[in-house]
């Protein structure tokens, strides 16, 4: 499976920004779909997760009530609703998929997107 991520730019805080991550290949609808992201001198932490089925979600504390991840199959793409932007949500963002339903372990995404960056002004 190969990912590409869209969408990031340049926000003003409590603005809206929707992230896409679109992937190639037959495979994908059999893979669990996260968001990590990674600010600048920080490593790269859990955002979201989804299900293969996109029944089940997990969210990091941080963004919970503000961001939506959802999916597509039949798009093959994965996206990221992101409201009510705050300047500590700048960021690189990326999107992975992995076999390991919500987990928030780096280690269990197989696959990586090369990441868009998002920026909230204050």
Known sequence: VQLQASGGGLVQ????LRLSCAASGRTFAKYGMAWFRQAPGKEREFVSAITWFGGSTNYA?????????????????????MNSLKPEDTAVYYCAAGNY??????????????????????
């Open 101 to 122: 339903g919500l987990t928030t372990m780096i280690q269990h995404y197989d696959y990586w997107g090369q990441g868009t960056l998002v920026t909230v002004s204050s």
């Open 13 to 16: 805080a409590g603005g809206s």
């Open 61 to 81: 504390d941080s963004v919970k009530g503000r961001f939506t991840i959802s999916r597509d199959n039949a798009k093959n793409t994965a996206y990221l609703q």
